[in-house]
C-alpha cells in the first residue's frame, strides 16, 4: 500500500524479479501489449482488494489473449526462461545395424504429458523428472488458470506444450502430431451443455484440485471460485461451499482420499486434518488434501435417494458466492440410527470400528475424515464425551476412543447403503458435525425398519 502511487506511475525494471522480466519479454516478442500479474495488480495486504480481484479472476483468465505458464520456477527469483534441463537435451548415439552399417543418430527422452491428472509414487525412482512437469503445478491457484484459460503456453524443463480449446489438441515441441484434448485438464468441452454426466465431471475437478498445495487455508474455496462461477451458469443451481444444490445428495457422499497405505507400522503419507477456513463440516474444502467419490467411481443398476433437504443457508464474501466462506449449515430429513465409534490401536496403524446401537451390526466400511479425539462440551479431552476431527497427524496421539455418532443415510444404489457420520456439535448441541463417511450391505441395515429424522442440522 505504502508505493502503490510510484507502482501506478512507474515500475523500475531492475526492481522487477526475474519471472516478471520474462514474462514481459515473451509478450513483447508476440507483440502483445499488456500483461497481468497478480502479485502487481492485486494490492499487497489489502484483503478487501484482494476479494475483488479473487472474484474477478474467470473473467481475467478465460478472456486473456495468452496464459503463460512458468511451470518450472519455484518462485518469482528463478527465471523460466533458461537453460534447458540436461536431462530432456538430445544425446547422440552410434548405431550399427544388421548389415555391420554404422549410423548416427540423435535421441530425445519422451515424457508423460498426462501432468494435470498423473501423480507419481513414492517408490518411482525416476519421479523428478518422468512425472514432474514443474513445480508451478503443485499449485492450487494454478488449477484454475489452467482450467479457465482459452490458450496457455508452458515452459516445462523438458521444453513447451501449448494448448488452445478451440483446437483439436495439445502441441508439444517433441512430438510430431498433436495430442488429443482429453489429455489436459481443462474445462471439458461437454460442459458446454448441462448433462446427467456434468456433476460426475465436476467430482472430477475437485479431485485434482483437492490435491494441490495452499499457503493459506482460506483460499481454498476462492481459489476455485472462478471455475465454480463458469461451471454456475450451466448447472443453474446454487453453489454451496465446493458443491451444488440441485446435487446436494450425491455431492455430500465424497471421502478423504489422502489416508495412503500402512507399510511398517507408518502410513506412506500423512492423513487428512482439518482446516479453519470457515467451509462448514460437510463441505470437502474443510479437509487437507485429495477428496474422491464413492458414487462417481461406481456403476449401478438402481439407485434411491433417502435423504431429503429441508434446508440450506451460507454465509459468503460480500463480493461472491464463490470466494470465502464465513459458516452454514443444512438441515436434512433423512433415515437415521445411532451407532459407536471406537478404535484402540495398539500399533500405528488407525483404523475404526462402527458398530451400530440398535441392531448390534459391525459395519466394516467406516472411513473417518480425519483422525478423530474425544472432548467434552467445553472442548477439554475427555474419554466418553464428544467425537471431533483432531488437528494431528500422529496416530499415536489419541491411541483409543470411543464415542456416539448418528449414521445418516443418504442414498441407496442397488444392495449398498451410503451414510455420512455425524457427531454432537461442541458447540451447539442441538445440532451435528460431520466425522466421516460408511457404506453397508443391505443385508446388514434393512432401510425399510430405520426411522426417519425429520430435522437433522449440520454445521
Request: charged letters at 25%; one cysteine or more.
Amino acid at each position: 500500500m505504502s508505493n502503490i502511487s510510484e507502482m501506478k506511475n512507474r515500475i523500475p525494471w531492475n526492481e522487477l524479479p526475474s519471472v516478471f522480466k520474462d514474462v514481459i519479454y515473451v509478450s513483447r516478442m508476440l507483440n502483445v501489449q499488456y500483461v497481468w500479474i497478480d502479485s502487481l495488480c492485486i494490492i499487497q495486504d489489502d484483503k478487501e482488494d484482494w476479494e475483488i480481484e479473487a472474484s474477478k479472476m474467470a473473467e481475467y483468465y478465460s478472456q486473456a489473449h495468452l496464459v503463460i505458464a512458468c511451470s518450472t520456477s519455484p518462485n518469482p527469483t528463478v527465471p523460466f526462461l533458461a537453460p534447458r534441463d540436461p536431462y530432456w537435451l538430445p544425446a547422440d548415439i552410434k548405431f550399427v545395424d544388421k548389415g555391420g552399417v554404422s549410423h548416427n543418430l540423435k535421441i530425445q527422452r519422451l515424457r508423460r504429458l498426462r501432468y494435470m491428472t498423473y501423480t507419481a509414487m513414492d517408490d518411482n525412482k525416476d519421479k523428478a523428472h518422468e512425472h514432474d512437469f514443474g513445480p508451478l503445478y503443485k499449485r492450487a491457484w494454478v488449477w484454475q488458470e489452467n482450467t479457465l484459460a482459452t490458450r496457455i503456453v508452458h515452459y516445462t524443463g523438458h521444453g513447451l506444450v501449448f494448448e488452445c480449446k478451440g483446437d483439436s489438441g495439445v502441441y508439444n515441441e517433441e512430438m510430431p502430431t498433436p495430442l488429443p484434448l482429453d489429455w489436459i485438464q481443462s474445462l471439458p468441452h461437454s460442459f458446454a451443455e448441462h448433462s446427467d454426466d456434468s456433476y460426475k465431471q465436476w467430482h472430477e475437478l475437485v479431485k485434482t484440485y483437492s490435491s494441490r498445495d495452499l499457503t493459506f487455508h482460506s483460499d481454498k474455496l476462492p481459489a476455485m471460485g472462478g471455475a465454480a462461477a463458469e461451471m454456475s451458469k450451466i448447472f443453474n443451481s446454487n453453489y454451496l461451499a465446493g458443491l451444488w444444490g440441485k446435487n446436494l445428495v450425491d455431492d455430500l457422499l465424497w471421502y478423504s482420499d489422502t489416508w495412503g497405505v500402512e507399510k511398517s507400522g507408518a502410513f506412506t503419507q500423512p492423513p487428512p486434518t482439518p482446516l479453519s477456513n470457515g467451509s462448514p463440516s460437510w463441505s470437502w474444502a474443510s479437509l487437507n488434501g485429495r477428496i474422491s467419490y464413492k458414487l462417481s467411481d461406481e456403476p449401478c443398476s438402481k439407485s434411491r435417494v433417502l435423504a431429503t433437504v429441508r434446508d440450506c443457508q451460507m454465509e459468503t464474501s460480500k463480493h461472491s458466492e464463490f470466494g470465502q466462506c464465513r459458516g452454514g449449515y443444512i438441515v436434512l430429513s433423512a433415515p437415521a440410527v445411532r451407532g459407536h465409534m471406537s478404535a484402540f490401536i495398539p500399533t500405528k496403524y488407525y483404523g475404526y470400528h462402527l458398530l451400530h446401537t440398535e441392531s448390534s451390526q459391525h459395519i466394516p466400511e467406516c472411513l473417518a475424515d480425519t483422525i478423530l479425539e474425544v472432548c467434552d462440551t467445553d472442548g477439554n479431552s475427555n474419554e466418553g464425551g464428544i467425537l471431533r476431527r483432531a488437528g494431528v497427524t500422529e496416530r499415536d496421539q489419541h491411541p483409543s476412543i470411543k464415542g456416539e455418532v448418528l449414521c445418516v443415510l443418504l442414498q441407496q444404489r442397488d444392495d449398498t447403503v451410503f451414510t455420512l457420520l455425524l457427531a454432537r456439535s461442541e458447540i451447539d448441541p442441538s445440532s451435528f458435525v460431520r466425522i466421516g463417511y460408511s457404506r453397508v450391505n443391505q443385508a446388514r441395515l434393512d432401510v425399510s425398519k430405520v426411522s426417519v429424522m425429520e430435522s437433522i442440522v449440520i454445521k
